[in-house]
């Protein structure tokens, strides 16, 4: 079994956004900048926000976190999204979910500057994803499209488990599946007997949030499991949504949680965020 290393491959993309933000830097004097809204005090969200913060600081990148409370209007969330869109030193803006009840989310995703939308949550990015155009890509399941191409797992023909069918994980993850060329199955909370699907993978992504929810007896041998899930022990550990203890003896390539998708997910933000610097340099010029 081998171990996809998710936080080493991070570093690396890291390094080769930090040259091109100097790159960028020498040669317009600016460098990529990051918006980040985060309403409420949900304490994961904020350690999201942090962690996303920190990552910036480290590439340089320059980054602002409008902080806002749970109790919000619809109308003021939406005015720092217009000022952000009209803002040249913002290439990027990340509205961390989920945003209080209140709040009508498709609204505020749907006012992001689709050349902004580093998450790819908007839907003009998501149909040209659907249709195989570029555009930005949500950053979770493209990482672990990036940590299947690192250990060199071409998933053409290959049949593929997508466990989740969220908007922002399982339905981005199964459209890059299908555009490379994988047979996919998405399975959800609905779907009978989950068993037979997984045991029909050769790869198994899951992104539920339920731990252990994949099981031993639920993988064939030899499978490349991805586990995308992030949920929180009894013991304060944090774990995924595979029994990685009874699984990974049975596959051939696994994601540890910490240390696998998560980093990535972030990785991705960075070079999403540079990429969109890049080209809305170009556009300009
Ligand atoms: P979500 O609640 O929006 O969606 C969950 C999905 O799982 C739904 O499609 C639902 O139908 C399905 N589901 C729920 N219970 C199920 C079950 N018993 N069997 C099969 N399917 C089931 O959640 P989300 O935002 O997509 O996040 C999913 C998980 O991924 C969470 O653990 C979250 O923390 C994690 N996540 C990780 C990263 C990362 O960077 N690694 C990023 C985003 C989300």
Same mark, same amino acid.
């Given at each position: 079994?081998?171990?996809?290393?998710?936080?080493?491959?991070?570093?690396?993309?890291?390094?080769?956004?930090?040259?091109?933000?100097?790159?960028?830097?020498?040669?317009?004097?600016?460098?990529?900048?990051?918006?980040?809204?985060?309403?409420?005090?949900?304490?994961?969200?904020?350690?999201?926000?942090?962690?996303?913060?920190?990552?910036?600081?480290?590439?340089?990148?320059?980054?602002?976190?409008?902080?806002?409370?749970?109790?919000?209007?619809?109308?003021?969330?939406?005015?720092?999204?217009?000022?952000?869109?009209?803002?040249?030193?913002?290439?990027?803006?990340?509205?961390?979910?989920?945003?209080?009840?209140?709040?009508?989310?498709?609204?505020?995703?749907?006012?992001?500057?689709?050349?902004?939308?580093?998450?790819?949550?908007?839907?003009?990015?998501?149909?040209?994803?659907?249709?195989?155009?570029?555009?930005?890509?949500?950053?979770?399941?493209?990482?672990?499209?990036?940590?299947?191409?690192?250990?060199?797992?071409?998933?053409?023909?290959?049949?593929?488990?997508?466990?989740? @069918?969220?908007?922002?994980?399982?339905?981005?993850?199964?459209?890059?599946?299908?555009? @490379?060329?994988?047979?996919?199955?998405?399975?959800?909370?609905?779907?009978?007997?989950?068993?037979?699907?997984?045991?029909?993978?050769?790869?198994?992504?899951?992104?539920?949030?339920?731990?252990?929810?994949?099981?031993?007896?639920?993988?064939? +041998?030899?499978?490349?499991?991805?586990?995308?899930?992030?949920?929180?022990?009894?013991?304060?550990?944090?774990?995924?949504?595979?029994?990685?203890?009874?699984?990974? @003896?049975?596959?051939?390539?696994?994601?540890?949680?910490?240390?696998?998708?998560?980093?990535?997910?972030?990785?991705?933000?960075?070079?999403?965020?540079?990429?969109?610097?890049?080209?809305?340099?170009? +556009?300009?010029?």
């Amino acid at each position: 079994m081998t171990l996809l290393d998710g936080k080493a491959l991070s570093q690396k993309i890291e390094i080769g956004v930090g040259i091109g933000v100097k790159e960028l830097k020498s040669r317009t004097g600016s460098v990529p900048g990051l918006a980040v809204v985060l309403v409420g005090q949900d304490p994961a969200s904020a350690a999201y926000v942090n962690m996303k913060k920190k990552a910036c600081d480290r590439v340089g990148f320059y980054s602002v976190t409008h902080e806002m409370p749970e109790d919000i209007s619809q109308e003021a969330i939406e005015n720092t999204i217009v000022m952000m869109n009209k803002n040249p030193n913002i290439d990027g803006i990340l509205i961390q979910l989920p945003l209080p009840k209140q709040i009508d989310t498709t609204k505020i995703l749907e006012l992001v500057d689709p050349s902004k939308d580093v998450d790819g949550f908007h839907p003009y990015n998501v149909g040209r994803l659907a249709t195989g155009l570029n555009g930005f890509v949500p950053c979770t399941p493209l990482g672990v499209m990036e940590l299947l191409a690192e250990y060199k797992i071409d998933v053409k023909g290959k049949n593929c488990c997508v466990v989740g @069918a969220s908007n922002i994980v399982g339905k981005p993850m199964a459209a890059l599946l299908l555009n @490379a060329n994988a047979t996919v199955e998405i399975c959800h909370i609905f779907t009978d007997n989950l068993k037979k699907h997984t045991l029909n993978a050769d790869i198994i992504l899951v992104g539920v949030g339920v731990i252990n929810l994949i099981k031993e007896d639920m993988v064939k +041998e030899g499978t490349i499991i991805i586990d995308i899930g992030i949920n929180r022990a009894d013991n304060g550990k944090l774990v995924g949504d595979v029994d990685y203890e009874n699984v990974s @003896a049975k596959c051939s390539y696994i994601t540890p949680v910490p240390g696998g998708v998560g980093p990535m997910t972030i990785a991705m933000l960075l070079s999403n965020t540079l990429q969109a610097a890049q080209i809305n340099y170009k +556009e300009k010029n």
